[in-house]
């Protein structure tokens, strides 16, 4: 099986081409560096995302956070319905934890705007 990636590593954007057998990547084509091969291998193997999304605060407004690291991408809806039960005490500030090692995966909730 082949499968057609967009490296976003880089400003390049290379048109990459991994192949897959038995859902392992035997090789990867296109790619201009190594962290572009990295990219397609991770991609198809074990794909990971940084989720930003807006959380609740004690005034009954919204204030938006993120991961501050890529987590695997079939644990986003359940952070999503992790973030959906978190009331933000303010003031809140840049850098802010909101949620340490979201389900296990090492990654920290953090805010990224600052309310009084």
């Known amino acids: 099986m082949k499968r057609e990636l967009t490296c976003i590593v880089c400003p390049m954007g290379c048109r990459l081409e991994a192949e897959l057998e038995d859902g392992q990547v035997i090789s990867v084509k296109g790619f201009t560096c190594p962290r572009g091969k990295r990219y397609a291998i991770d991609e198809c193997t ?11 605060t004690a005034d009954g407004g919204v204030i ?46 953090i805010v990224t705007a600052n309310r009084d």
């Open 46 to 56: 074990h794909p990971v995302r940084t989720l930003t999304s807006t959380a609740r």
């Open 64 to 109: 938006p956070v993120k991961t501050d690291r890529a987590i695997p991408k079939e644990l986003i809806f359940e952070c999503m319905k992790e973030i959906n039960r978190i009331c933000i005490p303010l003031p809140a500030h840049i850098g802010d934890v909101v949620a340490k090692n979201v389900l296990g995966t090492g990654a920290d909730l």
